[in-house]
Antibody, heavy 118, light 107 residues
Framework: EVQLVESGGGLVQPGRSLRLSCTAS????????MSWFRQAPGKGLEWVGF??????????QYAASVKDRFTISRDDSKSIAYLQMNSLKTEDTAVYYC?????????WGQGTLVTVSS | EIVLTQSPGTLSLSPGERATLSCRAS??????LAWYQQKPGQAPRLLIY???SRATGIPDRFSGSGSGTDFTLTISRLEPEDFAVYYC?????????FGQGTKLEIK
């Protein structure tokens, strides 16, 4: 059974950093690209970015709103995808989801809440 | 950036009725369009990909159609569990984008 579990969320002050983890199981992690999405409280869904699998170059792409502040990486030996978030802003407050794939993901984690507030 | 516009914003129907949800893209996305269902406190659930293909385990009362810029999600006969928020999403290019959502509520 495919499982994705996000962790690392919490309350953080504006300007600080936070790293989210997405621990995967039930499939060969290294064969799949991974994506991050987010949803601000009471709002719609927003794509954050993705990282391709190593066989596809392992490259990344990001939304304009997070580019140069957020970095997606992966550790295939541990089956974990990461979202490093720097220079956090209040508008980054959201539930963050990781997913398998980067087109139309059918597997999503349960999400982890990040609250950016002083 | 491709903008997706969903209509209506809210749809009030009764169980057993037919629901028709629309999604319009600001430029052609071919058939690189998906539909998701989201219930409160839950992650989105993929319903339709490739504009018209049902995802694994999705009941056949859900159907998708369209190509280019105009797309439709149809729920043939509403069940109580279908009342939720529905999003369309394009993956024709980056940035990936979503519509603002249609809330399907019980009348």
């Amino acid at each position: 059974e495919v499982q994705l579990v996000e962790s690392g969320g919490g309350l953080v002050q504006p300007g600080r950093s936070l790293r989210l983890s997405c621990t995967a199981s039930g499939f060969t992690f290294g064969d799949h690209s991974m994506s991050w999405f987010r949803q601000a409280p009471g709002k719609g869904l927003e794509w954050v970015g993705f990282i391709r699998d190593r066989g596809s170059g392992g490259t990344t792409q990001y939304a304009a709103s997070v580019k140069d502040r957020f970095t997606i990486s992966r550790d295939d030996s541990k089956s974990i995808a990461y979202l490093q978030m720097n220079s956090l802003k209040t508008e980054d407050t959201a539930v963050y989801y990781c997913t398998r794939g980067y087109n139309t993901p059918s597997y999503w984690g349960q999400g982890t809440l990040v609250t950016v507030s002083s | 950036e491709i903008v997706l516009t969903q209509s209506p914003g809210t749809l009030s129907l009764s169980p057993g009725e037919r629901a028709t949800l629309s999604c319009r893209a600001s430029q052609s996305v071919s058939t690189y369009l998906a539909w998701y269902q989201q219930k409160p406190g839950q992650a989105p659930r993929l319903l339709i990909y490739g504009a018209s293909s049902r995802a694994t385990g999705i009941p056949d009362r859900f159907s998708g159609s369209g190509s280019g810029t105009d797309f439709t999600l149809t729920i043939s006969r509403l069940e109580p569990e279908d009342f939720a928020v529905y999003y369309c999403q394009q993956h024709a290019n980056t940035p990936r984008s979503f519509g603002q959502g249609t809330k399907l509520e019980i009348k």
